[in-house]
């Protein structure tokens, strides 16, 4: 999961969702997934390159 980063966050014609419904969005997503049984996996808020690393490096285990 990508957490809500709110340095970088931004609305558009896609992205209608002010930062305070994003963060409940995205909360209310863990918790469903992880009441389905799936395990989170936390993407860090680093650089894309790192980020893009570390999914590879996971799925790569």
């Known amino acids: 999961m990508l957490p809500p980063w709110e340095e970088i966050y931004a609305t558009d014609n896609e992205r209608k969702q002010d ?3 994003a963060v409940l969005t995205y909360e209310k997503m863990c918790e469903t997934y992880k009441s389905y049984g799936y395990d989170i996996v936390k993407i860090p ?3 894309v390159i790192e980020r893009a690393d570390f ?3 996971f799925i790569e285990k």
Do not use: A, D, F
Request: without cysteine; charged residues 45%.
């Open 19 to 21: 930062w305070k419904e």
């Open 45 to 47: 808020k680093i650089p």
């Open 55 to 57: 999914v590879l490096e």
